[in-house]
């Protein structure tokens, strides 16, 4: 399986500011996700980020709130824009390496927690 | 649309005693059924997954899940669990080619006292 790193590996961050995580992949993959885990919640979906183009949203989420880029097949970043204290969460990218027949693997996750 | 359902949120158990963690989804395509942990502050580590093949699948840390396709149930299984096995664990299924998607249950969290 793929060795994923994600950073920062946790974050307090004042409302109204953003805050840009990164997933970092140690071999090429073909699909990268980005979830949220809200406190004492299970894993939902924010979006499918595509190499090369837009993401691709999930019911609920916008990209003027999560701008997501993936530049190549190893590096992805998700942006949280204008923070409220809803937006504490943890959040973990996950990729499918080549290969792998949809099996998700996934970062040790982002804590954020919003002041 | 698939749902996952976990239908115990908590499940208490004695160190060295079996356990069975409940899983029931819902589809109307094939999928793909996996299950996942999260131990204290850390991320997802896949336990086990049901890709296509023999219906009882063995993952690791001693684990096991038995796909019942007519009762739509992925139940995750160990005969003997440790205080180390304490941990959130969750059913996630993803629909056959369709993106990847993972639909995630609401996790169960076990709890194994000495």
């Known amino acids: 399986s793929a060795v994923i790193s994600q950073k920062p590996s946790r974050d307090i961050c004042q409302r109204g500011t953003s805050l840009t995580i990164q997933c970092q992949v140690d071999s090429q993959v073909t699909m990268m996700f980005w979830y949220r885990q809200q406190p004492g919640q299970s894993l939902t979906l924010i979006a499918t980020?595509?190499?090369?183009?837009?993401?691709?949203?999930e019911s609920g989420f916008v990209i003027d709130k999560f701008p997501i880029s993936r530049p190549n097949l190893t590096f992805s970043t998700l942006t949280v824009s204008n923070m409220s204290p809803e937006d504490s969460s943890i959040y973990l990218c996950?990729?499918?390496?080549?290969?792998?027949?949809?099996?998700?693997?996934f970062g040790p996750g982002t804590r954020l927690l919003v002041l | 649309a698939q749902s996952v359902t976990q239908l115990d949120s908590q499940v208490p158990v004695f160190e060295e005693a079996p356990v069975e963690l409940r899983c029931n989804y819902s589809s109307s395509v094939s999928v793909y059924l996996f299950w996942y942990v999260q131990y204290p502050n850390q991320g997802l580590q896949l336990l086990l997954k049901?890709?296509?093949?023999?219906?009882l699948v063995k993952g690791i840390n001693g684990f096991e899940a038995e796909f019942n396709k007519s009762q739509t149930s992925f139940h995750l299984r160990k005969p003997s669990v440790h205080i180390s096995d304490t941990a959130e664990y969750f059913c996630a299924v993803t629909v056959y080619n369709q993106g990847g998607k993972l639909i995630f249950g609401q996790g169960t969290e076990l709890s194994v006292k000495p």
């Open positions: 980020a595509n190499q090369g183009s837009e993401a691709t949203y």
């Open positions: 049901y890709l296509s093949g023999s219906t």
């Open positions: 996950s990729v499918v390496a080549q290969g792998a027949q949809e099996t998700q693997y």
